[in-house]
């Protein structure tokens, strides 16, 4: 957790970082040598950087070099020979159990307040229905309430979903690629996105300003 202050995303996949930078350093390193590079590998290399935007590159190469300054035995072993790079898996695989025990820790702190924190504008109105904190079911939290579905679910079915919540019938895809609704201004959150322009109201949701 004491990556956090250091700007190191805790949610990150360890495996996708170190996979995606090694991609990142070879394509830097293939336009030296680019006469000695195998075409077909160049190929599949570009394919795959291809499918990650600059932004989410920048992020990995970010996370990666936070990462090799507290471990920076961890850039030999991902250069190194099949052994290495498997002891690197085992340890990054290690590190990823440890991060995901960390996110449910602090997480398991917030509990007892989500009914205050979790409403789209708690100096407005709280949750409807009610969250309680003595509750011991599931049946209300999560995608399971009606106004926390609104704010989780992706930003472009957000409009579609405030209008018409029943026509979802539970089932919301979900996937990293996208950004929650509860990023843009609005009320409820992602109300007025434009698809036309994307960056219109983004990271102006309710808590990210109330945050600053």
């Known amino acids: 957790a004491c990556w956090i202050p250091h700007t190191t995303n805790m949610f990150c996949s360890l495996n996708d970082t170190f996979h995606i930078v090694m991609l ?47 471990a920076p035995y961890l850039r030999k072993l991902a250069h190194g020979n099949l052994k290495q790079q498997a002891e690197l898996h085992t340890i990054l695989a290690e590190m990823q159990v440890i991060m995901g025990q960390a996110c449910s820790d602090n997480a398991s702190h917030l509990k007892n307040c989500i009914a205050q924190y979790a409403a789209p504008d708690p100096s407005d109105k709280e949750l409807e229905p009610p969250i309680y904190t003595d509750n011991k079911s599931h049946t209300l939290l999560g995608v399971n309430h009606p106004q926390l579905t609104g704010m989780l679910c992706l930003i472009k079915p957000a409009k579609v979903y405030h209008e018409d919540p029943k026509k979802y019938n539970g089932v919301i895809r979900m996937h990293s690629t996208a950004w929650p609704a509860f990023i843009y201004e609005g009320t409820p959150p992602g109300k007025d996105f434009n698809l036309d322009n994307v960056q219109e109201r983004f990271l102006k949701g309710y808590y990210l300003t109330c945050g600053i």
Not at 39 to 68: C, F, W
């Open 24 to 70: 990142m350093e070879e394509k830097e390193a293939s336009k030296v040598l680019d006469s000695l590079e195998n075409e077909d590998i160049k190929a599949q290399r570009d394919q795959v950087l291809s499918y990650v935007g600059k932004d989410a590159q920048e992020q990995h190469m970010r996370n990666y070099s936070k990462i090799l300054v507290g």
